[in-house]
């Protein structure tokens, strides 16, 4: 099993958010968490990546046989957790470029490998880009800046996309994206996956389970995974809404 | 006046005694304008004294301590011996200029002690420039310098040993960039008062860089008076590079003046350096004149910084443009004193100014006043000032992608100068800058304790300084 998540409680500022979470994810799944606003779906996101302020009251969060709550986001990273952020930030002064030759090099330097030759580098960096329909201007602007919301979610896209994770966890990526966008961020996910890698789709809508089809849908209400199924719940919960997941649970 | 007033600080009685017994040097084939300008300048030393942090220019930069260390005024004029690269190798690699340099306060050069280049630019010692070209002293030394409020120009005026001349002729375009390298190498603690003149004639261009190294770990007290002369249509792109150990103490007051359609850019970079006050009072004077005053402090330990811009917009039409970023980490503090000043007549001036700081520690402090004095009514200027912390998003951000925190740090610190550092208009020299602000935030730019190539520091491979869109 890739990642296993036991009974997570996590709060912020004492708060508690998460509470007794649970989730196994398998190489080669694909999973959909859905749920309404506010029951944590960002939170678990945080919490798997290593987020500071976010703090694991109890349980554990297995991924790859060991329990990683401790580990620094970098590490985390370096391990194959991959997050794209719903609100991907601005970092003026970094280009595309430096940012992922830095974070390629910071990986193999973790797998004990030398830094990656320019030449492999930007064939790599040409082929990637393809993937998401990204201009090549783009890469050489600071990471995010004066980027539009589709050109932000591609660019998430391709850093994964650069950096193989094992495990990416999408939050919200179809969030400010037209249709187009959503074709092409999707079709970018779905050339990515294999039998040894894992996806994670947090998600309000359905529309974006059309392209990115899941294994298992998940719904989260009130810090937890409530109900779990095959994609055609996803479908089930378009056409009845929030209200009856928060009515099969107020009362079962 | 208080008593404690009336009483001399130690470093006031070394420089009036030091005038008193050096007058006939001082004066020795003297210019009459410079006669002048060392008398007069004694006599406002003896009345204005040592600048005090009760005036308000100097509320955020103490230099009392200075004063009643017994430091050595001035020194011997050193014997050329030796090539200058036999006792100092600059930081900035690849970068092709033709090098001056002042030893100890005074001119040491191989060669005529004043010469015209290939190029028509005429370089050399301040001394040796009032017997070959008394007329230019005549028309420009002390023009603007005079102004000056405090007591250490005054002093400078009147002890100043040696400095350099540099006299571009109208419609010349100086093809090579002229590098100035001040360096102190005594083991005592010294003084230097030094004086240089930078003319640029019509249509003139000139790049200067002008650097301030230590090469020893002795106290100094470096005080360096420069003016700037920029003709019309002319061009100067002025560099200042200080570099200087933690018991240094260095006042670097620049005057500028300039004409019709000029433009001077200058950047100010602040890598290390007990205390370090960098002053720039820059009268534009006619019309469509435009000054860029920039610059970097790279802070940390007790080190202190102090940049005082004076700008003046005296006629219609002229632009300007503040930009100064710092970073200070442990007890490091900086001042920043942005004066905007716009003449009633100065119609359609145009002028910004920002100063930004990132604090690492809670120790270290920025004292900042953007200031803007506005008498013209159809003005577009503005100020601003930021104090802050590094990101905490874009940190995440970057370690979520692998990056440990240490480079992460330094990536965000190195695109938040970049700012400034990416406007340096000489490729190879804001790649030499670009790699000494990175090593300087690594820890890795040194000041060698008995090293006299301060630079042998072995270059450590640092991933993300590769460009590749250069590729």
């Known amino acids: 099993m890739l990642l296993n998540i036991k009974n997570l409680n996590v709060s912020i500022k004492g708060k508690e958010i998460l509470k007794g979470f649970n989730l196994e994810v398998n190489e080669g799944e694909v999973h959909a968490i859905m749920g309404p606003n506010g029951t944590g779906k960002s939170t678990f996101a945080a919490a798997i990546t290593g987020r500071e302020g976010y703090d694991i009251t109890s349980g554990e969060i297995i991924y790859k046989g060991k329990d990683i709550t401790e580990l620094s986001p970098d590490i985390r990273a370096n391990e194959g957790i991959f997050l794209s952020f719903q609100y991907p930030v601005e970092i003026p002064g970094v280009s595309i470029t430096n940012f992922m030759r830095t974070a390629l090099n910071a990986k193999r330097e973790f797998e004990g490998q030398p830094p990656v030759p320019a030449g492999e580098f930007l064939r790599k960096m040409e082929e990637k880009k393809k993937l998401v329909d990204i201009q090549s201007k783009l890469t050489n602007r600071s990471v995010n800046e004066g980027f539009s919301g589709g050109e932000k979610k591609k660019n998430e896209i391709f850093q994964m996309a650069m950096l193989e994770p094992k495990l990416a966890i999408l939050d919200e990526t179809d969030s400010g994206l037209d249709i187009d966008a959503l074709k092409v961020v999707a079709n970018g996910v779905n050339a990515l996956r294999s039998d040894d890698n894992a996806f994670v789709v947090i998600t309000h809508y359905q529309r974006l389970l059309d392209y990115i089809v899941p294994d298992f849908v998940h719904v989260m209400y009130d810090g937890r995974i409530v109900k779990s199924g095959g994609k055609e719940l996803a479908f089930e919960l378009e056409e009845k809404g929030y209200d009856w997941i928060k009515e099969h649970v107020d009362n079962p | ?471």
């Open chain 2, 1 to 471: 006046m208080s008593l404690s007033k009336n009483k001399y600080f130690p470093l006031e009685s070394s420089l009036i005694q030091y005038y008193e017994d050096n007058q006939k040097d001082l004066h020795r084939s003297c210019h009459p304008k410079v006669k002048t300008a060392r008398e007069e300048g004694l006599k406002k030393f003896e009345e204005v004294r040592l600048p005090l942090s009760n005036s308000e220019r100097w509320r955020g930069t103490n230099l009392r301590k200075q004063y009643e260390q017994n430091f050595h005024i001035g020194d011997e004029k050193p014997v050329f011996d030796k090539q200058i690269n036999e006792i100092f190798q600059c930081t900035v690699h690849g970068f092709d200029t033709t090098t001056f340099s002042l030893l100890n306060g005074w001119y040491y050069n191989s060669g005529e002690r004043i010469q015209t280049l290939d190029d028509g630019v005429i370089v050399g010692s301040i001394l040796a420039a009032q017997e070959k070209y008394p007329e230019i002293i005549e028309k420009y030394f002390n023009e603007i310098a005079a102004d000056s409020e405090h007591g250490l120009c005054a002093a400078n005026a009147a002890v100043f040993t040696d400095g350099l001349f540099v006299y571009v002729p109208d419609n010349v375009s100086s093809n090579k960039a002229i590098q100035f390298i001040k360096m102190i190498n005594q083991d005592g603690e010294i003084m230097i008062n030094s004086r240089n003149l930078i003319i640029l004639g019509k249509n003139s261009s000139l790049s200067f860089l002008h650097c301030d190294d230590s090469i020893n770990q002795h106290s100094s007290f470096l005080v360096t008076n420069t003016e700037v002369f920029i003709g019309e249509n002319a061009s100067l792109d002025l560099y200042k590079l200080q570099n200087l150990n933690n018991e240094s103490t260095l006042v670097n007051s620049t005057f500028v003046k300039q004409q019709r359609n000029s433009t001077i850019n200058v950047k100010v970079l602040t890598f290390n350096g007990g205390n370090i006050r960098n002053e720039f009072n820059v009268n534009l004077i006619e019309e469509g004149a435009h000054a860029d005053i920039s610059g970097i402090y790279l802070m940390d330990k007790n080190q202190h910084v102090d940049n005082q811009i004076n700008l003046k917009h005296l006629a219609p039409n002229c632009t300007s443009n503040e930009m100064f970023k710092g970073v200070l980490d442990e007890s490091a503090s900086a001042v920043f004193n942005g004066y905007i000043y716009v003449a009633r007549d100065a119609q359609k001036t145009i002028a910004f100014q920002k100063n930004a700081n990132i604090l690492l520690t809670s120790d270290a402090s920025i004292d900042t006043m953007p200031f803007l004095e506005i008498y013209a009514d159809d003005v577009k200027c503005s100020h601003g000032a930021t104090v802050g912390q590094l990101d905490n998003d874009a940190m995440f951000y970057l370690m979520q992608r692998g990056i440990p925190e240490s480079d992460a740090k330094l990536l965000l610190m190195n695109a938040f100068l970049a700012e400034v550092t990416g406007k340096i208009a000489i490729e190879t020299l804001k790649v030499s800058i670009e790699d000494m602000v990175k090593k300087r935030l690594r820890g890795d730019l040194s000041i060698c304790d008995k090293c006299v190539l301060h630079c042998s520091v072995p270059d450590t491979p640092i991933e993300f300084e590769i460009d590749l869109s250069k590729i």
